[in-house]
């Protein structure tokens, strides 16, 4: 019976896999993900598969405990990084390609993979491209439920 009892405190420590609901918010309260309604997000911490702050809210979490933390950018998606704006010809672009501020974008790297884009600005001729996170430079809040250590 004790080890049962133990069992349930369990708390999550570096390297468990859990499984974890989570609605994440800017600081303004805006919504930007949440698996809510959805399955729950499952992943070993300290593979880097997660932004450090988000494991580290997790760390000592027992099951079906709830909790809100606050991630400074530092250890979300870090700060946006001038380097990462590219002007481009609009002559380059796609002739379907109708840019717009705010617009997604896909690019492929010389290895093959993709990379997202965001439309940073529209220019006569050209538009400026930005390769950053779309949540580079933001404070992240998320809402938490351990569901499971495995």
Partial sequence: METQEKN???KVKNNDTVKVHYTGKLTNGQIFDSSVDKQPLEFQLGQDMIIPG???GLIDMSVNEK???TIPEA???G???KELFQEVPKSDLPSEIDPQVGMGLMAKNPDGT???LRVAEVR???IVIDANHPLAGQDLVFDLELVEIK
């Fill in 8 to 10: 349930t405190q369990r």
């Fill in 54 to 56: 988000f494991e580290q």
């Fill in 67 to 69: 909790k809100t933390v």
């Fill in 75 to 77: 250890e979300a998606y």
């Fill in 79 to 81: 700060e946006v990084r």
């Fill in 114 to 116: 993709e990379r997202q």
């Fill in 124 to 126: 006569n001729d050209s």
